[in-house]
């Protein structure tokens, strides 16, 4: 009986060793978290009053090979106050005691050597005056063994910390080069990633070791994320091309896992970001392509050295051109923007780049509509505006075709009012921000863009003061708007996404692309010119959906799917909205000095003509005759057919007939004449 109680007293007395074992180890790792810092360095500082005196004891010691060396006489204890008083104030000096010891990485090794030898040659120097018969190889085994009793108590101490600290979720970095080495050096010891694998295509880089952490090649990533739970792949791969990133993004879209990355090379050069800054898969890797480099000639044509305007200054195109323009060193930059907020936004940005950066630019900053063209007038005549470019429009299609006076005002009359006004101040180039909405246009939006573009052409022809071109393009990404933030908010919330239509494409290009050819392309114009930037080839919006919806982790719900995490909801077309989007009217274009800027060869109507529509569109407006406006658009814009009715919010409740506005309509030439 005793016998065969034996097995089970032993195993019992085993676990009730363990469990006592886990409560010490417990209340010792709580005993020193909740310990002040103040204390936690005294710990230290007297740690190292016992290893530095017992590495020397050792090093006569071992060079004697007695445990009680000869060589350590009464007259050589001197030696063990001498090294602490010249240890601790060095280690001092150097941080080591100023250090978190579960954060201490790779430095601490240099931090140590440095102490450490330092100590050694004070110590070493002091016996050679006072005590010249002691062998010099005790100095160097002192030196060794102080290495290691002084950097290894703080290393099993972080390993010690680590070990009971919460484990975070364990993660794959994909890229081993520095960016990834450092991202690893960042997350390690913390709490919510645990990197468990780098993964690279580097064959040489296969099997090594990285703080820790083993490199594989990319074909084990679907072992890896079943073998260690992963869940979540960080890219670490700021330098490589958007080709090559959209190529990997591919291949991680079909595993299950939440992709994100770190942010790209310039972030981390200008301070924006930190390494550890972890975010979403930027969209611009999905869809983005590798942008063509600038002609600086073309870039520095109409800023450098001259007094720039930039209407709607504050808005996605708006701002991105005023940052780039910026560092291309205009003598002054003037953002003229309606928006209290978005001008402060912007001001606040720009000034605090060019303190950083020492650029001499004056900022001016004015509030202002260009519905107001006396106030336009004198913006431009007061500084001396030499390139206007006009980004100030109204550009969301529902809510313009909603409020069809307020686009007409803005978008034709607002660009009218700042185009007269840089002819009658001498402007030399003014830069029209068009879209691909203004092709064949079924809404008002693009319909009242494309009346612009006809103004400007109109104007030019009229006069050769200032030289008016305009630049069409499609979508931005991440602008006001655009459907990518919407998406990821959709999908966060765990969905429905939702597409108007199945079958809906659209052109995209990113902000700072886009603003660097509308810039290099207003260098180029001679007047009346359209240009078309090459949007590349255009997008599926369900397609874009679904690989966002793969890329953070999740399966969409479908046929194919019904367990899915996210549904993809159609909406049906907004009033005015078109399946894909045109840049060109009819086939007429040519190349340019850039190879992703075009020139169209469009026909347009002759400024009296453009003009009488102008004072009809007038007394329409301040009329507000939406029926009437859709009338002169239908007749003035060429390729303009609206999908629905008039679905102006205040024209639909409407509940007695339209009644003339008598004594206060005024025709455009009145207007002017005013002025």
């Known amino acids: 009986m005793s016998g065969n109680n034996k097995p089970a007293s032993l195993s019992e007395g085993t676990e009730h060793l363990n469990t006592i074992s886990n409560r010490v180890m417990r209340l010792l790792f709580e005993s020193l978290s909740r310990m002040p810092r103040r204390t936690k360095r005294l710990v230290m500082v007297l740690s190292d009053i016992v290893w530095v005196p017992g590495a020397l004891w050792l090093a006569f010691a071992l060079q004697a090979n007695q445990v009680f060396p000869a060589t350590l006489d009464v007259t050589h204890w001197w030696l063990f106050p001498l090294a602490i008083a010249f240890t601790v104030p060095v280690f001092a000096g150097l941080g080591l005691y100023r250090e978190i010891v579960r954060f201490m990485g790779s430095q601490l090794v240099f931090e140590v050597l440095k102490g450490v030898t330092v100590s050694t040659l004070v110590i070493f120097g002091s016996a050679k005056i006072l005590a010249p018969e002691i062998p010099v190889s005790v100095f160097l085994i002192f030196w060794l063994l102080a290495v290691v009793f002084v950097g290894g108590s703080r290393f099993l101490v972080r390993v010690f910390l680590e070990s009971h600290y919460k484990i975070g979720e364990p993660i794959v970095i994909y890229g081993a080069g520095e960016a990834g080495a450092r991202l690893a050096s960042a997350l390690v010891g913390g709490q919510d990633f645990t990197p468990v694998a780098f993964v690279d295509e580097s064959v040489p880089l296969h099997g090594s070791v990285i703080n820790g952490v083993r490199v594989f090649p990319p074909s084990r990533l679907t072992s890896l994320i079943e073998n260690q739970g992963v869940k979540r792949v960080l890219m670490a791969i700021p330098s490589v091309s958007r080709r090559r990133r959209r190529h990997i993004l591919t291949e991680l879209e079909k595993m299950p896992i939440y992709v994100q990355t770190m942010p790209n090379v310039s972030d981390l050069v200008s301070g924006k970001s930190k390494v550890d800054d972890i975010r979403d898969v930027e969209v611009e890797d999905l869809l983005g392509r590798d942008a063509v480099p600038p002609n600086e000639e073309l870039l520095d044509a109409c800023i450098s050295g001259k007094n720039v305007m930039v209407t709607g200054a504050g808005g996605s195109i708006g701002s ?356």
């Open 320 to 675: 991105e051109l005023c940052r780039q323009i910026l560092k291309l060193s205009p003598k002054r930059l003037i953002l003229y923007e309606i928006s209290e907020l978005g001008l402060y936004t912007i001001e606040r940005e720009l000034r605090a780049v060019a303190d950083s950066q020492g650029l001499g630019v004056e900022i001016v900053a004015l509030l202002g509509s260009v519905h107001h063209r006396f106030r336009v007038r004198e913006v431009m005549q007061a500084f001396s505006v030499e390139t206007v470019y006009h980004a100030a429009a109204y550009k969301h299609v529902p809510i313009v075709e909603q409020n069809i006076v307020e686009g007409v005002y803005n978008n034709i009359f607002g660009t009218l009012n700042c185009a007269e006004a840089a002819i009658e101040t001498g402007v030399q180039t003014f830069v029209l921000i068009s879209t691909d909405k203004a092709v064949s246009p079924t809404n008002v939006m693009g319909a009242t863009k494309r009346f612009s573009e006809m103004v400007l052409q109109g104007l030019n022809e009229r006069q050769t003061e200032t030289r008016f071109c305009m630049v069409r393009f499609g979508n931005v990404l991440a602008s006001s708007g655009s459907v990518v933030p919407v998406f990821r908010e959709q999908i966060r919330k765990g969905g429905p996404v939702t597409v108007t239509h199945p079958e809906i494409i659209r052109y995209f290009m990113t902000i700072p692309e886009a603003a660097q050819l509308v810039i290099q392309a207003g260098s180029m114009g001679t007047g009346g010119d359209v240009f078309v930037l090459d949007m590349g080839k255009p997008i599926r919006i369900e397609d874009l959906a679904r690989r966002m919806v793969h890329l953070m982790g999740l399966q969409v719900r479908d046929d194919e799917h019904p367990d899915g995490d996210i549904e993809i909801a159609y909406t049906g077309l907004r009033p005015a909205e078109k399946l894909y989007e045109e840049l060109l009217i009819g086939n007429n274009v040519s190349g340019t000095e850039h190879p992703m800027i075009m020139r169209a060869e469009e026909d347009f109507s002759p400024w009296e003509k453009v003009k009488e529509y102008l004072n009809q569109l007038l007394v329409a407006a301040q009329s507000f005759d939406c029926d009437r406006v859709r009338e002169l658009l239908l007749e003035s814009v060429d390729g303009y057919h609206p999908t629905a009715e008039v679905a102006d919010l205040v024209w639909a409740q409407r509940t007695q007939p339209l009644v003339p506005i008598k004594g206060s309509v005024t025709s455009l030439e009145s207007k002017r004449s005013q002025t």
